[in-house]
């Protein structure tokens, strides 16, 4: 067989491939992305009597979130011509990898003998399972500095944790308990900020679990801050997003889940 140099296509790229679709689907429990693609790919491999094999990646521009994902895959014959000669048309050895940045790539050998015989086109679908992406809680830190002066490192100020509960059956009491942990640690981002008469600093908490409670707590670290023009402490809470934040695969990041610096109410 005459090996020929590998070909790249682009299913974005309409002279290359056509009707290139993809549809994606939550399923599952736990929740697990489906992915589906299906299109026409157009190498036009031609031979000239002899048999002419060629190696085909299809980049079909989606990214994986693991190595090597578990997938189906076919690939058959969809246009091909030949000049009333013994021929060979042949579609084999179709695989999903992964590229260097986790690029979705279908790759296939295709074969092809006659005097003359083209393959013009083959059609492709493949089905990739993909573990559901984790989630991200962002949003800002706000103080006053009338009262409060960082003392630290501006990237050290505060402790960012994201808490889940988990409600545990009773043991031989029959009483209900409730667990908490801390499921993932944030940290700041950026420089501090002014904003008229408030500071401020944005924060970002990732890879947090999905279809779980999670609760934000953002605790100054011991003497990040000076307190100016009151005897009262403070502590931050939270002003602006939902409590507790539950992220889902249709909804993977929560935005603006704010805090502010409040002094601590009935102390004297």
Known sequence: MNIMPPLFLNSLNTTQVVNARMLEAIVGTPPRRLLIFTGIAMPGLESNGQLDGQEITIDLNARSNTRDPQYAATVGLASIYNTDSDLIFATDDVKIITGQNLELLLVCNIAVMGDKSVLNRFAYQATVFLQADNGTITGTIRWNPHFLVFAGPEQDLFQINAWTMQVQPGGS???????????????????????????????????????????????????????????????????SGPVPTTLSPPHLTERSVDFEARQFSGLH
């Open 173 to 239: 009491n029959g009483f209900m308990t409730t667990i908490s942990k801390i499921a993932r640690v944030g940290a700041t981002v950026g420089s501090v900020v002014r904003h008229g008469a408030t500071m401020s600093i944005d924060y970002e908490i990732h890879d947090l679990p999905l279809g779980a409670a999670i609760t934000v707590v953002v605790d100054p670290k011991p003497g990040a801050f000076l307190i100016l023009n009151s005897d009262a402490p403070f502590n931050f809470v939270q002003v």
